[in-house]
Structure formats: C-alpha cells, structure tokens
C-alpha cells in the first residue's frame, strides 16, 4: 500500500504494527535515511540494544539469498524488539523481496523485525515498488521526493533564526539557488554557514558569506566529471562519478554534462576546421570557456578528431536512451560509458 501524506505523519510518530515491511524510496536519499531513523528511534523506544539493528547490503544477499528472510525472523538476543535496514538501489533486491512478501502472506514466516527498505529513485515500472504498494496487509511504500524551493527556504530561515541570525538584500534568494536538492546535504551546508556566521558584526549574513562558503558543489562536480572523462583519466572519473551519485546527482544529469562537454568540444573543432585558431575557437562557445579551464580544454580539443567526437555523441545517445528503457539501471549505463569513453573506444 502506498501511505497517504496524512498517514505518513501517523506513521513517522507511531508505527502501524501490521506493517512489517517499509519501502522508502526517492530522489532524495538525505530524506529517505532521515525518515528511516526517525521509524527505527519510534519503533525500538527506550529499549534499543546493540543486537537491536541489522544491516544488510545487495551484496549481502547475492552471498547468501536466505539471509533476508533469516534475518527478518529472527528474535533479538535478549528480547525487545528489532529492525533490519536493507540499503539497495533500483531494483536489485527486488527476488528477495517478492519471495519474502510471498512468505509472509502464505503464514509460512513469522515477523520478528520491522523491515526497513531503503532504495533510490523507483519509478511506476519497478518490481521492488509494485510488490510492495500492490501488498494491502503487511507492507507500505513512503516517497521521499526533493526537498521544493519553500521547503529550503524554511530550512535556511529556520536555522537562521534559532542561531540569532538575519539574512542581508539578496543573500537567502542566493543560498536557496546553491542549495544541493537532497535534504541531509542541504541541512549541512547551511549548518555550516551557520557557524561561519555566528560571530558576524551585526548578526547579519551577507552575499559574501554565502560566497565564501556554499559552493554550488553539484554544478561544480559536473563540470570536473565531463572534463576527466574527455581527459581518460578513468580513476578520477570514476571517483567523482561515486561522489557525485551519493550527493544525490542523478545519472541522467551526469550524463547530460558529458553531452554538453562533447558538443562544445565538437562545435569549437568544428571552428578550427574552417581555418579559426584555439583561443578564437574557445571565445565562440556560448558561453565562453571560463579562463581557469582554457587550458584544459585546449589539451582536449587538440587530443579529440572530428568523428571520434562525433562518436563519442552518439554513444552518449545510445546510452541515453538505454537508460529511459523499462528495467535499466542508470548508474551502470553511466559508468559503463565512461569506461569505454576513458578507454579511447571511441577514439578508433
């Protein structure tokens, strides 16, 4: 079943016994392991022992399949009560599951444990969200979507003014808009400026503060990914691929960035072709190449031909629309592409 808004707040504050199993999914993975613990604090009380919580991976369940419905019928050491987290993405645990539900519904297994599901983004099609929204008796799904522009602004305002603070002309219009749509990270950055600010003349928090300290990370990590994989610097690539996945960017963004950077790369070729030099070519990208990256993006236009931009693209299309088709996993798409792109593939 799917928990309405109204019986979400119901269920965050007091746990719906009848429920044993609790799907949380959404773009935003800040809010999804944030709601999580708050169930798991509600539902343990007072009585939360070491032996009360256990966490299991994907890889958890490719090594031994039982462990899922092992783990959610057994009885804590020492009594009380217990939860199991199982942290996954898209729908690689979606088996195990099913066949849990199944269990549970035929009276075959017996819940000891509350079992917390937390995934990524599920779509409709997606067998791990329709077995559990489809389950009327044992189990609900509870959508964690990005935080909207009021929600941020609320969550800025809020912690302004519990530290005595007061935001200058301009200055929360422009943290809102650098504001990283994942709640948990949102909520750090602006602790941060927070304690930046604490000691401000005036008790103020000026567009300069703002500068000094909320970097737009996201934007900034798109950039420096699209320009490791142009470079094949594979090891970097794939490191800021990870980082960029758990801040909550999403794969079609990241791969977005590289169509962009292969296209402006092409266009600027494309200029030298027709008898332009280098830094002519740069200034008639709109927007220009920015100056800190001209370097760079010389080394790359001059290392890339024509048509293995152009192959590049339609790779980047290719895998594009992989992505859009029903039961794809996005994250290994991307990063499939960048391994044959690193690896010069497209070069030959």
């Known amino acids: 079943m799917k928990l309405s808004s109204s019986a979400l707040l119901r269920f965050l504050n007091k746990p719906d016994p009848a429920i044993s199993v609790l799907l949380l999914y959404g773009p935003d993975h800040g809010l999804v392991g944030e709601r999580a613990k708050a169930i798991e604090n509600n539902y343990l009380g007072d009585d939360a022992g070491p032996f009360s919580q256990t966490i299991l991976t994907q890889p958890d369940l490719k090594n031994d399949p039982a ?3 092992d783990e959610f019928c057994a009885l804590a050491l020492g009594g009380g009560a ?3 987290r199982l942290k996954t993405t898209a729908d690689q645990s979606a088996k195990s599951v099913i066949s849990l539900l199944a269990a549970l519904d035929q009276g075959k297994i017996r819940p000891a444990a509350l079992l917390l599901i937390e995934a990524g983004d599920l779509g409709p099609r997606s067998g791990l969200r329709k077995a559990v929204e489809q389950n009327k008796t044992n189990a609900a799904t509870i959508a964690c979507y990005a935080p909207s ?3 941020l602004r609320a969550l ?3 912690q302004a003014d519990a530290c005595g603070l007061r935001y200058g002309p301009g200055a929360l219009d422009l943290l809102i808009a650098r504001l990283p749509q994942d709640r948990a990270l ?3 950055e602006v602790e941060k400026l927070m304690l930046y600010c604490a000691q401000s003349d005036g008790h103020q928090i000026d567009i300069a503060d703002i500068n000094a300290i909320v970097i737009d990370s996201l934007e900034l990590g798109l950039d420096q990914f699209s320009f490791a994989v142009a470079s094949g610097a594979f090891a970097q690539a794939d490191q800021l691929l990870q980082n960029a996945l758990e ?6 963004a990241l791969l977005r960035a590289l169509q962009r ?3 402006r790369l092409n266009e600027a070729k494309s200029a030298l072709d027709v008898g332009k030099d280098i830094k002519s070519a740069m ?4 927007p220009p190449v920015f100056f800190n990256a001209q370097q760079r993006f010389s080394r790359q236009l001059q290392a890339w031909s024509g048509p293995a931009l152009r192959r590049t693209m339609a790779l980047c299309l290719v895998t594009e629309r992989a992505m859009k088709s029903s039961g794809s996993i996005p994250d290994n798409l991307l990063a499939r592409l960048v391994v044959k792109v690193c690896a010069g593939r497209t070069k030959r």
């Open 247 to 252: 801040a909550g960017q999403s794969p079609i």
């Open 149 to 151: 522009v009021g929600d």
């Open 283 to 286: 200034a008639s990208l709109r």
């Open 156 to 158: 800025a305002q809020a």
């Open 186 to 188: 949102a909520g750090s």
């Open 82 to 84: 217990r939860v199991v």
């Open 261 to 263: 950077h292969f296209a």
């Open 67 to 69: 462990v899922l419905q």
